[in-house]
């Protein structure tokens, strides 16, 4: 993030290549490899890692996750001559990587076990239009289907699906979601459940140690942005100093994380929750077979925004999403 001469000139003690094994919640140190170290305070921020699945029995130059540097450099080197692409997983990631796999020349599918595609972000409806604009762009849709084995073969990696059907891919990308790391929490009595469970103030149940990031749960939410992780550094930063200092103490308030996707003339946004028990779809006037625009509501308080094919007054809209 920073030359070294940047934590140098800041004060700061960066100790890089070493591992943690164990966090003493009694004494707040850390115990590594090179010895114990202690401290007043301590903010866990070790994130989370890429899924992946049983049927991957190795990370290879075809098949690998859509998550870092080094995970880019493989797949751009691989995208240097038309190939057969399948995408794992139809996230809003998947969804983005196959439109630009597709304007690159590629052949594009996308596999996804669930009936429709982001049902976590968008209804029955609006998920359908997703999938026949995708569909319509010449990329396949495999729906309620599932990889069973993958076989490297060199130079492509064959694939057996659910069905009962085989097909041969130049590259298969897992966009599947996040593993939280939380070995090092539960080798340490840290209370967990989907990740380090935090009040409002990023605390922890053991005093003096917060978190943050992918790694934090807050009551039952575990998805992070990079923005919303950002805002929660700073908040467990404030919170730690003042549990030493015996200053005030910043209340972290979550926001819904937003969906959005604008790609050539695909755009789709979505804000909050999708059509449940005790909630209903409004859909806006002007909606037609390109576009959409609905709002989620429950008990007369909106709970969620959709949109496909625009995004107008979106952001606007997502200020009046309610929590329930």
């Not at 996230?91 to 429709?116: K, Q, W, Y």
């Amino acid at each position: 993030m920073h030359p070294l001469e940047w934590y140098i000139d800041n004060g700061i003690d960066l100790k890089i290549n070493t591992a943690v094994k164990e966090i003493d919640t009694s004494s707040l140190s850390i115990i590594t490899d090179s010895g114990n170290h202690s401290f007043d305070s301590i903010i866990v921020s070790i994130g989370a890692g890429p899924i992946v699945p049983p049927f991957v029995k190795e990370i290879t130059k075809t098949c690998l996750p859509l998550w870092n540097i080094e995970n880019a450099k493989t797949i751009r080197s691989a995208l240097n001559k038309p190939t057969n692409i399948l995408i794992v997983g139809g996230g809003v990631i998947g969804v983005e990587t196959a439109l630009r796999a597709l304007d690159s020349g590629h052949n594009v599918s996308i596999i996804e076990r669930e009936a429709r595609l982001m049902p976590r972000n968008f209804s029955v409806k609006a998920s359908d239009m997703i999938r026949q604009h995708l569909e319509k762009k010449g990329i396949n849709i495999l729906l309620q289907t599932e990889v069973k084995e993958t076989f490297n073969n060199n130079e492509s990696t064959i694939t057996s699906f659910s069905d009962g059907k085989q097909a041969e891919y130049g590259l298969v990308l897992l966009s599947i979601g996040a593993l939280r790391k939380l070995s090092l929490a539960n080798a340490s009595d840290i209370k967990t459940g989907k990740g380090i469970i935090t009040n409002t103030y990023l605390q922890t149940l053991s005093q003096n140690i917060y978190a943050c990031g992918d790694i934090a749960q807050l009551n039952s939410i575990v998805q992070c942005s990079a923005k919303e992780a950002t805002i929660q550094g700073r908040v467990a930063a404030l919170n730690s100093l003042a549990s030493v200092t015996g200053g005030n103490f910043s209340e972290y308030i979550h926001s819904y994380p937003a969906v959005s996707l604008k790609y050539g003339d695909f755009e789709i946004h979505s804000m909050g929750n999708v059509p449940e028990n005790e909630t209903e779809e409004h859909i806006f006037d002007g909606s037609d077979e390109n576009t959409y625009r609905a709002c989620i509501v429950k008990k007369e308080k909106t709970v969620g925004i959709q949109m496909i094919g625009t995004g107008k007054d979106f952001n606007k809209l997502a200020n009046t999403v309610k929590h329930i």
